[in-house]
DNA sequence: TGGACATACCTTGATATCAAGATATTTGCC
DNA sequence: GGCAAATATCTTGATATCAAGGTATGTCCA
């Protein structure tokens, strides 16, 4: 009888017409997602990082060399609108982690590129992130691991082609 | 192959030496959920409400008569800080969805209860809610909807106690 | 080849959030 | 009863986000 199960179990007693099952597994997503972002956040932290400036970057050092993508690339990458990739990526170019460069081959744009301490910082930040992830999922099992992502694949499969 | 797959699979190029595997598990819950605010969001905004409002008129709605908590308890409810819940409040108090009472036990504390047209407007808007929740995980056979949802409460049990 | 449409990014304005600290009241202990 | 500590809420200041619209450049077709 966790949180979730509480608000179900009033639903049901207020509103007895709902179906309120989906409701709890929503709730559940939020929920787990919240958690979850309040610890790694924690971590980035230590390095002087948030969610969004440990995202654009750990996004360009995945990339490869020469670690640059355009503003649009990250945008779909990281799921946020232009306004806010415009501000995180001032942010950046301010700490001097990151440098704009005009796109070469397309005058309407740019390149965003890590700058080396850029790639200093991002190396380290994702060794110890990725020590943090591994630390929260430690509470399942390698079994129940790998159903829950098999079925949260499943879930996202059925938006992501729309 | 999914947007996640494909961030591994980068991940697995550029640092070999990372277990990335909890990175993709964490990054569904975090997209998933992403995705499954953006669409209960336009229910919510053909009711006037947001996330923020919608979760606290919902909040007293299911306590049950006299529909009525204290900030306290709709912080701890919602996962928000103080802050926010006051601005939450003072907003939807400008809209004559709920009001303030002193709380009649406490002298340092208020009572927020439903305002009648608060009420109608909650009980509609959960209807509608409802209904869109059912649709997004409609995706998921029900068994598998099931099967995530009893991880997803093991999962969020190793962090709720502590 | 030139004009209409599309695209890429930035700017603006409104809102939501948090952390830290302020204020008022209650509780508990002597 | 009275003072210290705890508690409940609000205030403040900094940031992040989005939606909508602006500007410059590229693309495509008649």
Redesign the pocket.
Known sequence: MDHVDNILKQWQQERPDLDVVPMGTIGRVKRLNHTLM?AM?KTWAKYGL????F?VLATLRREGAPYAL????L?AST?????????????LEKAGLIE?VK?PT??????ISLSPPGFDLIDDAVTAHVETQAQLVSGLTEEQQEQLDALLKQFLAGFEQE
């Open positions: 309040r956040e948030t969610d969004a400036s995202d355009s503003p649009g690339d945008m799921m946020v609108t232009s306004g806010t990739m415009t501000h995180r990526i001032n942010q704009r796109n397309d005058g309407r744009g740019f390149l």
